[in-house]
């Protein structure tokens, strides 16, 4: 078992596992990316560790190892083209390590030393410059690879794939991202995903240049899933179908599809007695206990400096914490702008970019554009606790933002028995207890920035009216609303959060809210425990959290 003072991976992730993790204890501080964590290290088994071992790695995609040898200027002039890899300055070595590693910053400043991340980096080039076999697979944890090196290889594979390849000189010396750029949670068991987002911020800067709305391919297969009434396993008939590619481009594009698509599952929760609650508060740090939280937001750029996300029994009362704004949620709205992607030339606007609607006129009787993806949760049925494999279910769908592909391995690796969940997903979808959404993968949508808005004190028409105006104006929004209060965290284009905060205060001020806006800056969540920490197994019903 994990203790109070770290984290034993020895112990592979099961349901009795997450069980033991729901008993309230500092072990339920274990945020979600620890939790996928041990999912990926139970995937990777005990065949080999997540360390740098070029040989190895060489060995397991069937390619040759790394020469010693120097390249000579024919090999150079050769390869600079086909990876857009012409260094600011003429590589200089005895051997090919050398050689890369001349080209590289070498400042400590840009270029950390001790992360591993130098070794990581030089490995990658030598290998994109060398050639990787046509069957290799990003979304494979292969022997020979840290978490690192298993990002960047997926980060570089994903960005060629969407017509944006790395064009690695120019990113190396890049100055490091600025501080201000939001930390969001990757929720996926895929390499470029949870294990890699724990230390290195290089990737996510790497990351934020991805335009993966760029791929034609990734419009047809979202077109293909956006009507689908029940979860889909994307195959290579279903991308041919969408796409119309030869046998060859469908396994490839299928491949990409595993990263460029998210299923992401919305829970009613008042089907299952529940609801949220916002809380703001003006101290960044997180209380103890814990309680139901799901989810903890650090602020900046507003006298609030932190949003909690709880979950709490329908019967609850506020919870009593002063200097805080405190309103309950019984909604959730996902509402991704595909169309406001400017994936052409346009007057005034760069390819690549994002555009936004927010000071366009108001046009609610219009029908949503094709490309505005909308999903929202039911409200209609008031239920109570579901029996604890359900709640189990639950859990799963609710943390995991990724592939179905990869949704389904995650319950596998979670020892969820397979007749089971396909039977209570299908129960649960039916009763409306849970809906779902494909979307493009936000990491990968150059929506980096974020803001975040809370308004309260109005009327059910007129918190309906502002989560409307939000939806419609940016291309990412997330919101949770209740009768009098709601709450949205926008992504936005890096750089435009500081032009467009004004433009949402200005609309507030319009409408008489009470209301802040501020800017996110480091996200965390805990959505993998949190049903289990609210549970009594005893009394079989919720617990208050805010009575305990």
């Known amino acids: ?18 069980h033991n993790l729901r008993i309230p204890s500092k072990t339920s501080m274990f945020d979600d990316t620890t939790l996928l964590t041990l999912a990926i290290e139970k995937s990777v088994g005990n065949n080999h560790e997540l360390i740098l071992d070029p040989d190895r790695f060489a060995a397991a995609i069937g390619a040759a190892q790394i020469p010693t040898r120097p390249l000579t ?9 086909s990876l857009d890899f012409t260094p600011f300055k003429y590589p200089e070595g005895n051997t090919f390590r050398e050689q890369v590693e001349s080209v590289l910053p070498q400042s400590p400043d840009m270029f950390p030393l001790d992360s591993g991340l130098r070794d990581a980096v030089i490995h990658l080039l030598q290998r994109l410059m060398l050639g990787l076999p046509s069957d290799f697979d990003p979304c494979q944890f292969y022997p020979g690879l840290d978490p690192i090196s298993s990002s960047l290889f997926a980060l570089s594979y994903i960005a060629r794939e969407v017509g944006t390849p790395i064009r690695w000189p120019q ?16 929720l996926t068991i895929r390499p470029d995903g949870a294990l890699s987002g724990r230390k290195h911020s290089f990737a996510d800067g790497i990351r934020s240049g991805i335009r993966a709305l760029r791929s034609d391919a990734l419009w047809q297969v979202i077109d293909l899933l956006r009507d689908a009434t029940r979860p889909v396993i ?16 469908t396994k490839r594009i299928l491949r990409s599809m595993e ?67 405190s309103f309950d949620a019984h909604t959730e709205v996902v509402s991704f702008r595909m169309d406001l992607f400017n994936r052409f ?9 994002w555009s936004h609607a927010a000071m366009e006129p108001e046009t609610t009787k219009t029908p949503r554009p094709k490309g505005w993806l909308y999903q929202t949760t039911s409200s209609a049925h008031k239920g109570c606790a579901p029996s604890e494999p359900i709640q189990d279910l639950l859990s799963v769908l609710w943390t995991h933002r990724g592939s179905a592909r990869q949704r389904m391995k995650l319950l596998s690796l979670f020892e969820y028995p397979g ?76 750089g435009t959060s500081g032009f467009l905060a004004p433009v949402i205060d200005s609309e507030m001020d319009r409408r008489g809210l009470e209301y802040f806006s501020a800017v996110p800056e480091k996200q965390s969540t805990y959505y993998m425990t949190a049903l289990g920490r609210l549970y009594s197994p005893i009394e079989e019903r919720w617990r208050d959290p805010w009575k305990t």
Not at 5 to 14: E, F, I, M, N, S
Not at 471 to 486: E, I, M, N, P, W
């Open 1 to 18: 078992m994990p203790t109070q003072t770290g984290r034993d991976t020895r112990r592979a992730p099961t349901l009795d596992y997450l």
């Open 73 to 81: 200027d024919d090999e150079i002039k050769a390869i600079e083209p």
């Open 171 to 186: 990113e190396l010396y890049k100055p490091p991202k600025r501080d201000g750029l939001s930390r969001w949670r990757i």
């Open 234 to 249: 994307l195959d290579q008939k279903s991308v041919s179908r969408a796409v119309g590619v030869s046998r060859g481009d």
């Open 259 to 325: 990263h460029l698509v998210t299923e992401r599952f919305l829970i009613s929760m008042q089907h299952i007695g529940l609801r949220h609650r916002c809380i703001f508060s003006k101290r960044k740090r997180l209380p103890w206990p814990i309680r139901s939280l799901y989810e903890h937001i650090e602020l900046s750029g507003s006298d609030h400096l932190s949003a909690r996300f709880y979950l709490e029994p329908l019967e609850s009362e506020e919870p009593d914490e002063p200097l805080a704004i």
């Open 345 to 353: 030339s346009k007057k005034g606007e760069e390819i690549g970019t």
């Open 419 to 494: 007749s089971s969940w396909r039977t209570h997903l299908h129960d649960l979808i039916k009763a409306g207890t849970v809906s779902f959404i494909y979307h493009p993968s936000l990491e990968y949508c150059a929506l980096p920035d974020g803001i975040l808005v809370a308004a309260w004190n109005g009327s059910r028409a007129e918190i309906d009216d502002v989560g409307l105006w939000l939806c419609r104006s940016f291309a990412y929004v997330r919101l949770l609303k209740g009768d009098t209060g709601l709450v949205a965290v926008i992504r936005l284009h890096e």
